[in-house]
């Protein structure tokens, strides 16, 4: 990745994201049925996962890949049971939810704004009034080019690929600069190749010094070798948790051996598919004693960047030909506000976009102006002259 694409835009001061280690420990999750019974979705599962290495939840349909993700990201939290720990804190929910983002398998965007404009009015609602106009153009033009969105920045939403969409709402998440990146089924609904760039740009997040981890569903092999590391689900279990190149050999100690030239993760999911007896339960007795390392032990791997790269990744600040920019690493922000902007400012900006929605869409105004000349007009015939003669009913 190049220096002059990639970001960083720590608003709290710090000059690099640093090293993040997101661990839980006995997550367990359970949902109430319509007849009353409790079923629980989520057994116990433990794990870990790190900046600097792209992680991937698999398993087949009904695992509980998205319950454990919407878990780790802080959308569900009642009946709930286990520990959510980042760097070995236990996580304060207010502080947790401006370092992670979550991006759902279903994004809706606005179809009428185009690609910069849907970024810019995304920074105007999540990056505070400390930031200026003029750097706040700058991080949504970087996003831009991060992710390789250049050729249609300037195209509306509604025109674009399904893979750049995708790569979009990534972008659109990258504004807040978060530490961890949740993604549900990142690559459902692509091509191979629009799925590979996607993933590719996932990767390119994660050794930026981001915790990046993304459910995934049936991967190629091209796709899953990207991985660094794989966590394998089976009815709310956990079967494996680890690096993705001690997959098979895990495997094949517990009597399941994988077929030269077969593609890992179809044999894993046909593995996870298996009944829980035998060599399946083995497998989740040894994925549970499985050692997760200390955090404080954990440090960034070996083709993540240097401090040195780091500080080359930033937004050109002391670079910058004009002296009057600021970079959003020395903007002090203050953190006691609920949100970064104000009410009357997401008013404003929500207006202006919503506005400009509405004059682009030219055949729904022109409908929407019809109907109120005709609801009008039928209006003023049915009380024409209503009120002026006291012997008609209508008019009493």
Not at 324 to 330: F, K, T
Request: aromatic content about 6%; proline content about 4%.
């Amino acid at each position: 990745m190049g220096t002059d694409t990639a970001i960083s835009i720590d608003v709290g001061g710090q000059k690099d994201i640093g090293t993040t280690c997101l661990s839980f420990q006995q997550i367990s999750y359970q949902v109430r049925g319509t007849n009353g019974k409790t079923k629980q979705l989520l057994h116990d599962i433990s794990g870990s996962f790190r900046s600097g290495r792209l992680a991937g939840i698999m398993g087949p349909s009904g695992a509980g890949k998205s319950t454990l993700l919407n878990v780790l990201s802080g959308f569900k939290t009642s009946k709930m049971s286990g520990k959510l720990l980042v760097n070995g804190q236990p996580i304060k929910p207010q502080k947790y939810r401006r370092e992670v983002t979550y991006t759902s398998q279903d994004v809706s965007m606005l179809e009428n704004i185009t690609v910069l404009e849907s970024l810019d009015f995304a920074t105007e609602l999540k990056l505070p009034k400390e930031v200026s106009l003029m750097v706040k153009s700058k991080i949504s033009n970087d996003i831009v080019k991060l992710l390789g969105l250049q050729k249609c920045a300037h195209n509306l939403v509604g025109t674009i690929s399904g893979g750049e969409k995708k790569r979009l709402s990534i972008g659109l998440e990258l504004i807040s600069n978060p530490k961890i990146l949740f993604f549900d089924e990142p690559t459902s609904g692509l091509d191979i190749i629009a799925a590979m760039q996607v993933v590719a740009h996932l990767k390119e997040l994660a050794l930026s010094g981001r915790c990046v981890v993304c459910v995934i569903h049936q991967p190629s092999s091209s796709i899953l070798q990207m991985f660094d590391d794989l966590m394998i689900l089976s009815e709310g279990k956990c079967v494996y948790k680890g690096p993705l190149d001690d997959l098979v050999p895990t495997f094949k100690a517990c009597g399941f051996d994988c077929p030269n030239y077969y593609n890992r993760a179809d044999f894993a999911l046909e593995v996870a598919s298996l009944k829980h007896e035998g060599n399946v339960l083995t497998l989740i007795e040894k994925a549970s004693e499985t050692p997760e390392k200390e955090p404080q032990q954990i440090t960034m791997v070996n083709n993540s960047p240097s401090s040195d790269e780091k500080e080359a990744m930033l937004l050109p600040s002391e670079s910058s030909s004009d002296s009057s920019y600021q970079p959003v690493s020395q903007i002090r922000v203050d953190h006691s506000r609920q949100y970064p902007v104000s009410q009357w400012s997401q008013f404003v900006t929500l207006t202006k976009r919503t506005t400009l929605c509405t004059f682009r869409d030219m055949q729904l105004m022109k409908m929407r102006i019809m109907t109120h000349l005709f609801v009008g007009l039928l209006i003023g015939v049915v009380f024409w002259d209503v009120g002026n003669d006291g012997a008609k009913v209508l008019s009493n």
